[in-house]
């Protein structure tokens, strides 16, 4: 049974680079044929993909964020990270890793965390 | 980008009876990559049903998906206490994208 976890601050200045991290367990990122994945809700609204990675590091990303994201995998440490750049308050959400055999839907994810982006 | 619209935005229902959800894409969804979630206060999105009509591992019998192409249905058949949440589609194409939600309130 897979376990996620994001961790990175919850409080980023405007114009800023917002980061964090997904730590996967009880599996390895990349022994098992997951895509890994953020997604993102502001609050009170829907979920919205920001994108994915496979553990080889091939990535895949919401066109409309394409400009700002950049995700990565760190296998060693069974992490996968997103950055998401020039921050306004538009992004501020509640973040959430996900995970997802190919062609199929999200069926595992974290928590989520909430992101505010604020001065 | 695929956009789906969800209908009704709100559904004021008592336990008991039975929920229908509609969930329509822009475009015709290949295929039936299409996928149900429920989510409550505070938590993340459970996946229900994916392929449109499959339930997920652990979904109650009552939860059950219909449709192809660019129209989809979930229906609940018989409303529990706990299934009071919101509902979102999605379609997990080349560019994954969600509906705006569907809120199932007790009447």
């Known amino acids: 049974q897979l376990q996620l976890q994001e961790s990175g601050p919850g409080l980023v200045k405007p114009s800023e680079t917002l980061s964090l991290t997904c730590t996967v367990s009880?599996?390895?990122?990349?022994?098992?044929?997951?895509?890994w994945g953020w997604i993102r809700q502001p609050p009170g609204k829907g979920l919205e993909w920001i994108g994915s990675i496979y553990y080889s590091g091939s990535t895949y990303y919401n066109p409309s964020l394409k400009s700002r994201v950049t995700i990565s995998v760190d296998t060693s440490k069974n992490q996968f990270s997103l950055k998401l750049s020039s921050v306004t308050a538009a992004d501020t959400a509640v973040y959430y890793c996900?995970?997802?055999?190919?062609?199929?839907?999200?069926?595992?994810w974290g928590q989520g965390t909430l992101v505010t982006v604020s001065s | 980008e695929i956009v789906l619209t969800q209908s009704p935005g709100t559904l004021s229902l008592s336990p008991g009876e039975r929920a229908t959800l509609s969930c329509r894409a822009s475009q015709s969804v290949s295929s039936s990559y299409l996928a149900w979630y429920q989510q409550k206060p505070g938590q993340a999105p459970r996946l229900l049903i994916y392929g449109a009509s499959s339930r997920a591992t652990g979904i109650p019998d009552r939860f059950s998906g219909s449709g192809s192409g660019t129209d989809f249905t979930l229906t609940i058949s018989r409303l529990e206490p706990e299934d009071f949440a919101v509902y979102y589609c999605q379609q997990y194409g080349s560019s994954p994208t969600f509906g705006g939600g569907t809120k199932v309130e007790i009447k």
């Open positions: 996900a995970g997802n055999p190919a062609a199929a839907p999200f069926d595992y």
């Open positions: 009880g599996g390895s990122i990349s022994s098992s044929s997951y895509y």
